[in-house]
């Protein structure tokens, strides 16, 4: 998402009335000291002492917590709580977070608080003690939340109806007069989550997870059963038709699918590292969800918004936590996507242009073309082929950085845990400028800890060291261009001249970017013999990442040139320049490129391209014909 819009989502939330129903409950946590324990003179049993504790909303009220951090300009809270100190806790804190608690209404008999204590000894947590488990609402209860229940669909923007204690809701009448309340004001945002009762209510937005997408339209599935895309697709035009409101689809790391009318959207997973604590993530993403429905948000960037929200909290551990807007901002300016991952894990689910070899990875590309102005390249390994194999002169140039003495020596474990490591970061890292490969290679050297601090270079030094090894491969193959003893389609990606050559006759302006130091792009570019169809500009590492990134050069083309995403094509084998592409709202074409054989597809490749949002992908060019006639819609 661009920064700008969500800063008018954010805006537009501020203005937003929102009503919660559900189950409020409070979570407890006590810190025990075992130390601090003495026998009790009554019993002669050994107590317990609690050193600390504290209590934070759960349940619904921690969706009442999230909204809050979003800033609304009203939250009303609609529930029961007991009689109890609990309650009266929960209450408090529910009111320090801002919302209206007029309507949580108090049962005195047979009623207690939902209350989850969780007592810690050290980092051991002993089993839960848990208040409410025989609770039973009563009728004349249940009227008076009917009522609140109505007013809130009278008075506010929308209604989060969210159900997640076991019994909770004790009398059929309270669901059939909440459907009949549904029905009369159909017109009305109401967007259900409920653990229990998901198939029995009506007209209303859905928020599921894949496994109780395929439950509500009959399947016996288990929590650890697999669901893939295509299935969550299928079954949520069924779930879909039989109320005809949006169904939104949380599908974990792989994203939501929004199924709206006419429409299926699949707003990819965000790439996350580190550890994550998916805790508290559904209810992160139905108050962003429903906030921005009821701003007036159209449901799938609803959904996109919201995804960037709980991308927020599960990144925060040991804590059901809540994502301002100050955060999501943050998060969404370096947000990685992981986009169609079955696509990209399977080659037999591609799709291809009729009578090409071109794949057709996003549909949607095809109501985009017809309208480039612009093309940018990448260099090695879309165009040249000159680099061939710089992976196997870094991959051995890291791992000796990271071992340093003890490269020789080392065990087998500790070497291959390293290789992974290193490959890893290769392939994530790839397009990017070798200074900030090197950066990279800095931090791992630190954080194994292996290299005495005196002996860690800093990134120019190790920079030095790979550009010298891999130049020694370079140069060899340049000095076998100059001397004609190897020809131009030795060192390049068949047919990527003729393709070069034949946009420049269509009059686009084309431009060269590369992770390479910018002069080695240009004197390489000009051996090659292509160095001046590139009027746009060659660009390249300056050792100085404030001057120079893909990122900046397409944003540069696309804010200089006032152009609109479907005038920028893109062409690159690294998910750098594809998801740079991708952001700007570009068409991004993936070059999957076999660089040892210069024509074929490589796979690999194939499968980090899909990842990284590629629209469409080819091989080579040698096809480029076909491949303009899409681009251009002859």
């Not at 900046?552 to 804010?559: E, H, L, S």
């Amino acid at each position: 998402m661009k920064q700008d819009r969500i800063k008018e989502i954010l805006e537009k939330i501020r203005h937003v009335k929102i009503a919660v129903y559900g189950d409020f409950c409070l979570d407890a946590y006590w810190l025990m000291d075992p130390e601090g324990s003495e026998v009790s003179v009554e019993t002669g049993l050994k107590a317990e002492a609690v050193a600390s504790h504290r209590y934070s909303p759960g349940g619904a009220g921690n969706i009442v917590a999230n909204l809050a951090a979003l800033k609304p300009e009203a939250i009303k809270v609609i529930g029961v709580v007991g009689d109890d100190i609990y309650g009266r806790e929960l209450s408090s804190q529910l009111q320090a977070l801002g919302a209206d608690t007029g309507a949580l209404c108090i049962q005195k008999e047979e009623f207690q608080t939902y209350t989850y204590t969780k007592k810690y000894y050290g980092e051991k947590e002993d089993p839960r003690i848990d208040f409410g488990l025989k609770n039973r609402r009563s009728e004349e209860i249940d009227s008076t939340l009917l009522g609140h229940i109505e007013s809130a669909l009278i008075n506010y923007d929308a209604l989060i109806f969210n159900q997640q204690v076991i019994g909770s809701i004790t009398h059929q009448g309270f669901i059939d007069q909440t459907n009949r309340l549904f029905e009369k004001y159909n017109d009305k945002i109401v967007v259900l989550d409920s653990r229990h009762f998901n198939s029995s209510f009506k007209n209303i937005h859905r928020k599921v997870n894949e496994i109780e997408l395929g439950v509500l339209t009959g399947l016996d599935l288990k929590p650890q059963d697999d669901v893939s895309i295509s299935e969550v697709r299928k079954y949520g035009k069924a779930v879909y038709r039989q109320s005809e409101k949006p169904v939104f689809v949380t599908c974990g790391s792989r994203g939501i699918v929004c199924i709206d009318a006419g429409s299926i959207t699949e707003i990819p997973g965000i790439l996350l590292s580190g550890k994550l604590d998916t805790v508290g993530a559904g209810d992160t993403t139905i108050s962003a969800l429903t906030l921005c429905l009821a701003a007036g948000i159209a449901p799938a960037e609803s959904a996109a918004f919201a995804n960037h929200a709980a991308a927020v909290t599960v990144q925060k551990l040991y804590t059901t936590g809540t994502a301002s807007g100050e955060e999501i901002l943050h998060l969404n300016k370096e947000a990685l996507y992981m986009h169609k991952p079955e696509l990209a894990a399977e080659l037999s689910l591609a799709q291809y242009i009729p009578g090409t070899e071109i794949e057709l990875a996003d549909e949607g590309v095809l109501s985009r073309t017809g309208h480039i102005k612009h093309a940018l390249f990448d260099h090695d390994g879309t165009i040249s082929t000159i680099r061939q194999g710089w992976e196997s002169v870094m991959e051995p140039m890291m791992i000796r950085a990271i071992l340093g003495e003890r490269y020789e020596t080392a065990g087998e474990d500790l070497i291959t845990r390293v290789r992974e490591q290193v490959l890893e970061f290769i392939d994530s890292s790839t397009g990017i400028q070798t200074i900030l490969q090197m950066e990279g290679l800095v931090d791992m050297v630190h954080e194994m800890n292996i290299v005495p601090d005196n002996e860690i270079m800093d990134k120019f030094g190790y920079k030095k060291i790979y550009n010298n090894a891999l130049m020694e491969v370079v140069s060899g193959r340049l000095e076998k261009l100059i001397s004609r003893s190897l020809q131009v389609d030795d060192f390049t990606i068949r047919g990527s001249i003729e393709f070069l050559r034949a946009l420049k006759k269509r009059g686009i302006k084309l431009y060269l970017a590369s992770g390479t130091d910018r002069q080695d792009v240009i004197n390489e570019a000009e051996v090659l013999g292509y160095a001046d169809l590139f009027d746009g500009g060659i660009y390249g590492s300056e050792n100085d990442i404030r001057k120079y990134s893909k990122k900046m050069i397409i944003n540069r083309i696309m804010d200089e040139n006032r152009l609109s995403g479907n005038e920028l094509v893109v062409f690159g084998d690294g998910p750098v320049e594809i998801r740079e592409c991708k952001k700007s709202e570009g068409i991004a074409v993936g070059v999957a490129s076999d660089e040892i054989a210069r024509s074929g597809l490589n796979e690999e490749k194939r499968s980090r391209l899909v990842r990284a949002g590629a629209d469409l992908l080819v091989a080579d060019f040698a096809q480029h014909e076909q491949l303009l006639d899409l681009l251009f819609k002859k």
